[in-house]
């Protein structure tokens, strides 16, 4: 059995990055099956496969999700506005409105979790973690369906919005996604218009503990502070 080696999959991981926007140009439907078909391959717990995908690809629909995620932007900014004035994002003075940056996109895959299928795992197992069981799974499919879309010279981005309750309600409500599902993520899909810079990635010696946990490694909470503004969110340039 062939199976890619690992320079070509280190590659592709550092190549993968969420992009915040696309060309208004149509991806072909077999495309966006090869996405699936990856998600479809993805571990699972108790080989459970707790996901359903529904794609929007119609650009009225499109344009009424951009709308609904621009306007929960807003309470998102206010809450923010209340974090330490070095430490907030989404705080700028620009209007969120037209602002959802996969308007643009092809369609917008939304993976939904179906936490039933926590029937494939012994009794204690659900009691214990079964929550975390499904949330550990459907990542799985989504991290396969980013990196499955990196390969086809696709942009996708990660929108976790629409998980919110409201947006998620509102979300169901519009697309007829029965109540019990959960929109677990959302992945916009399309040509894009950029490639973002390379990202800043810690340091395998600083994360890495052979043994036993290296007490010099740990990290106070002003630390990590510092090393987001310093490394992670330098500049804090997000505010839209």
């Given at each position: 059995m062939g199976v890619a080696d690992y320079d070509a999959y280190y590659a592709l991981l550092k190549f993968r990055r969420s992009v915040r926007g696309f060309r208004n140009k149509p991806v072909p439907?077999?495309?966006?099956?090869?996405?699936?078909?990856a998600a479809r391959w993805a571990p699972s717990a108790g080989n459970s496969q707790p996901w359903e995908f529904l794609i929007v690809?119609?650009?009225?629909?499109?344009?009424e999700l951009a709308s609904l995620y621009e306007y929960q932007m807003k309470e998102k900014k206010w809450l923010e506005s209340t974090r330490e004035k070095e430490m907030r994002l989404y705080?700028?003075?620009?209007?969120?409105?037209?602002k959802a940056p996969f308007r643009d996109a092809h369609c917008m895959i939304f993976v939904l979790a179906d936490e039933r299928w926590g029937n494939a795992f012994p009794a204690r197992t659900w009691l214990d973690k079964g929550p975390q069981h499904i949330i550990s799974s459907m990542a799985n499919a989504v991290f396969a369906m980013h990196c499955a879309a990196a390969t086809l010279?696709?942009?996708?981005q990660w929108v976790s919005d629409?998980?919110?309750p409201w947006l998620?309600?509102?979300?169901k409500h519009l697309l007829g996604i029965p109540r019990l599902y959960k929109i677990y993520d959302t992945m916009p899909v399309g040509y894009p218009k950029y490639y973002?810079?390379?990202r800043h990635v810690k340091n395998l010696a600083d994360?890495?503990?052979?043994?036993?946990?290296?007490?010099?490694?740990?990290?106070?909470?002003?630390d990590i502070c510092n090393y987001i503004a310093q490394y992670i969110r330098p500049g804090l340039t997000f505010s839209i």
């Open positions: 439907r077999q495309l966006i099956e090869k996405i699936l078909e690809e119609n650009r009225k629909t499109i344009q705080v700028g003075k620009r209007p969120v409105e037209g010279g696709l942009a996708t629409f998980g919110s998620a309600g509102m979300t973002p810079k390379a994360i890495v503990h052979y043994e036993t946990y290296d007490p010099q490694k740990r990290r106070t909470e002003e």
